[in-house]
């Protein structure tokens, strides 16, 4: 387990750089590609929600201090973790399609999360399934390849 | 009270572990800007500010594209404010040639904007903005600072109607500049090209000589230019030269002429029809 928390600790570091400072540029309505939380979806299916929730707030703080927020991204991320956790994979029956699924579902909770804490009453509201329709279709590729070229030998 | 925390702890704990970490996320929006998180925020800033810093080259080539297409915006409003530049440039080129041509002429010259022109294969007109109010009369000619453009042929209080060279109907009494060769220049519609008429093939015309008015013209003073012999043609079994002329005013760009304000000279036009009595 330990070693786990290692891997995923470090891999979130460098993950969280890639992020800022390349998918962040990549924006498209205001949503980048998030490869952190497709990392945590896997986390979260991978070791279920009580880890999933808690990776999520801790990755989100990690974000917050890259962009220079305290609390909102923390915030969307433990709710994207709580959700990705309810794919929780069972042993020896890892699939594609479920990990896409789970990951186009905590990007749904994520992205409300997010705007709704950032914005709360000043949000445009029909703006939000925009938000969420680019942000699902990004995080769906983005998760694909990902588990396609290297989380699902992990 | 024991058994009641287990059963929250191990069933909901998942639950609990949401409700949590969701209050301590929006304690920390809510606290956010106290000294504390405030200094958590900067050194969080200031670590990746170092590390961002080695990214610029990536942030630099994501900025080109953008900074691209507003060049190329850019790079369009400047080609049309240099067509606009471009052309007045021109256009105060044209306009300061015919002050400096207004200036040198012995006559007055009066300046006329062609408001409406009638091209055609055989009665091409043209109507400027002056007439009999801006002392304008009919026969006056019509020059620019290349040369004859046609004559004054019908005059309004504010209009008048000009006959061009490229008239079927015009003429005008020409010479060359060097061997003097006189003829009559008038425009053939059907071959597209003016020519001159009744020179002798005993004359030394050349091909390249300049045609000027010549003194006999009816309406026009001498040595006005009106275009260069282009070419010479010597049939057999005919007395005169079929001549060629290339005019010196390009009629398709013409928007400013200037009327030559020239008294009528009673007494030569009264010998003229003398003259024409005894013919």
Not at chain 1, 56 to 71: K, P
Not at chain 1, 104 to 110: F, L, M, P, W
Not at chain 2, 229 to 257: M, N, P, S, T
Request: some cysteine; overall charge positive.
């Amino acid at each position: 387990m330990q070693q786990r928390i290692l891997f995923y600790t470090l891999g979130g570091l460098a993950l969280a750089l890639v992020q800022k400072f390349l998918l962040d540029r990549l924006a498209l309505y205001d949503i980048a590609p998030d490869m952190m939380l497709v990392l945590l979806t896997f986390i979260a299916q991978r070791e279920g929600q009580s880890v999933g929730t808690t990776a999520g707030f801790f990755i989100g703080l990690l974000m917050d201090l890259l962009h220079g927020t305290l609390g909102i991204d923390a915030l969307s991320k433990t709710v994207a973790g709580f959700t990705a956790g309810f794919f929780r994979e069972t042993e020896g029956a890892r699939q594609t399609t479920t990990f896409i699924v789970a990951v186009a579902v905590s990007s749904v909770a994520g992205i409300t999360a997010y705007y709704l804490t950032a914005y709360g009453l000043a949000l445009v509201w029909w703006k939000l399934p925009i938000y969420i329709a680019v942000g699902v279709g990004y995080n769906s590729v983005v998760g694909y390849a990902a588990y396609q070229s290297a989380l699902h030998r992990i | 009270m024991k058994r009641l925390l287990e059963f929250l702890i191990l069933d909901f704990r998942e639950f609990l572990l949401l409700t949590f970490f969701c209050l301590v996320s929006l304690a920390l929006i809510a606290n956010k800007e106290t000294p504390a998180l405030r200094s958590v925020r900067s050194a969080g800033l200031e670590t990746f500010s170092a590390i961002e810093a080695r990214f610029a080259a990536i942030q630099k080539y994501f900025g080109l594209v953008g900074e691209n297409n507003m060049l190329r915006e850019r790079n369009a409003e400047l080609a049309v404010e240099v067509g606009i530049a471009r052309n007045a440039v021109l256009e105060n080129e044209h306009l300061k040639r015919l002050l400096a041509y207004r200036n040198e002429s012995r006559y007055p010259l009066k300046l006329a904007q062609i408001i409406d022109r009638t091209f055609n294969a055989e009665r091409n007109l043209l109507m400027i903005n002056v007439g009999s109010d801006d002392s304008i009369a009919v026969n006056m000619p019509v020059l620019t600072d290349k040369g004859l453009v046609g004559r004054v042929i019908l005059v309004s209080p504010n209009y008048a109607l000009v006959q061009p060279i490229i008239n079927r109907d015009f003429k005008v009494g020409v010479v060359t500049e060097k061997t003097r060769t006189a003829g009559v220049l008038s425009w053939k519609p059907s071959e597209n090209l003016a020519t001159v008429e009744h020179v002798l093939l005993s004359s030394e015309i050349q091909a390249g000589e300049q045609l000027l008015t010549a003194e006999f013209s009816s309406f026009v003073g001498a040595n006005v230019p009106v275009g260069v012999v282009k070419h010479v043609d010597r049939k057999a079994g005919q007395l005169f030269y079929k001549i060629d002329v290339a005019l010196a005013v390009e009629f398709d760009k013409l928007d400013y002429v200037f009327i030559q304000l020239r008294p009528p000279n009673k007494e030569k036009d009264a010998m003229k029809k003398r003259f024409k009595e005894f013919q």
